[in-house]
RNA sequence: GCAGGGGUUGGGGAGUGGUUAAACCCGGCAGACUGUAAAUCUGUUGCCUAUGGCUUCGCAGGUUCGAAUCCUGCCCCCUGCACCA
């Protein structure tokens, strides 16, 4: 598939997307054409930048000829995972957990390839589909016999957990069998081979990988010479993408208002766009070997533009705009870098009050009626009162815009107290309030026929 | 259950009758520099109709001119011991 690398292993390693890998990993996917899963937690509707890594493992699996699977947890986001929680997770309804599911699997379409006449499509699975109905005696039989629970109670996750205060549930406990589960039945059912996760999970994931291996390899535990433990070592592999962090040392992806999704509702192409533009020189690289498709000597080329000219950014905006085009197309970027050249030269009126409203789906918007006007509503009153929280009091506007931070449709404002008028609003239907350099958020005008 | 210790502004943590909207650190926000970066520096960080006023220190009540600071009751947390195994 790439003229650069032999297989997905080598590719993945330059990425440094490697954390861990069973022994066999390398030598089963260069050699091999397999099936591969990697499971998502539909804890929310979208899916968040911090689930590129794994999306993108995907992606590269299916562009050497591998088969993804996607499973989304709908089944075992009804448990909820242990790892890195201090407390018992508050369980999920189920129709929540449904939507939830839904949501994800049409945001992986822009992603990976699910044309079935394709030798290796993309599939989405729920676990929900064997997890809600399996019987209990069934799983305790044919799963749970297979676990030790000096094993389990070892895990770290679990460790954690028991060490402090609020403990931890059988329910949370038996997440570890559930995972494991999954990746028994994708086996038996798809030909799955091969588990990815974050680095986090490579516990649950090794477990899984136990399981197919003594279940269907016949490998005993207290045998780790044995033949049959050889034998088995090729049934099942898996292998963990690293915690990614900052060059600070932060977690990836926060920001504000959290980590951007990937939905254009949530978090609008301008704004994702402007979160991996502002990405720090000494992470643009790393970002682009994990986060795109560029080719080797492509992110070679800009390694290079970093070093010699940073200011020029060329990393960043490649990163930016890769991004912004895979997660939501050609107008998706388009209408972003319309934004940011508007916004950056604070001629706000390039702008109409259709684009500003496809531009700030996530920014905070607030209403002003006409009435209102007619009483000589004050600026710090349509904000604060009437801004849904873009400001939090009329102090903190104060403050602001002591320090100058406010601008009001590009300009700089310097009395809070001043009453409105239909001339700050842009085509008479918005206002942009701009606080700091790079925060906006809207102010409608109601119109008279609502 | 008994005996100790403790609950302070986003987090940590000072403060034990007035000069305390409450030290300090972190975090947050903004400004400067630069490259819409990092680092650094600066300002700011309860609310308001703002040279003043109001509301905050687990909850409720009380003492006092005056309380986060003293008293009473209640709630919650931690540490020993006991009970239970």
Redesign the pocket.
Known sequence: MSEEFNNVYEDLEWRNAIAHATPRAREILSRDKITCYNGFDPTAKSLHVGNLVPIMGLVRMQRYGHTPIVIVGGGTGMIGDPSGRSDERKLLMVDIIDENVAGIQQQLESFLDFTPSLSNPAQVINNADWLRKVSLIEFLRDVGKHFSISTMLGRESVQTRMDR?VGISFTEFSYQLLQAYDFLKLYEDHNCTFQMGGSDQWGNILGGVDLVRRVHGGAVADEPDSANREAAGSLAQALAYPLIT???G?KFG???GGAPTLDPDQTSPYRL??FF????????VPYLKLFTLLKKTRIEELERA?HEA????AA?QSL?AEMTRTVHGDRGLEEARRV??A??SDDLRKLSASELRGAFTEATHGTVSPADLADGITL??AV?VHGGGMI?????????V?????KINGKVETDP?RPLTSADFIDDQVMVVQ?????HDLIWLETDQR
């Not at 940073?310 to 950014?313: D, Q, T």
């Not at 939090?392 to 602001?400: E, K």
């Open positions: 205060e900052t060059s600070t932060e926060k920001s504000i766009y402007q533009y502002n990405t720090t020189d000494a992470d643009a970093v940073p200011r020029e950014r960043q930016a940011t050249n916004l950056f710090a009153s604060t939090a009091s009329a102090s903190d506007l104060r403050r602001l002591a320090q100058g931070a406010v107290l606080r700091g350099k790079k925060s």
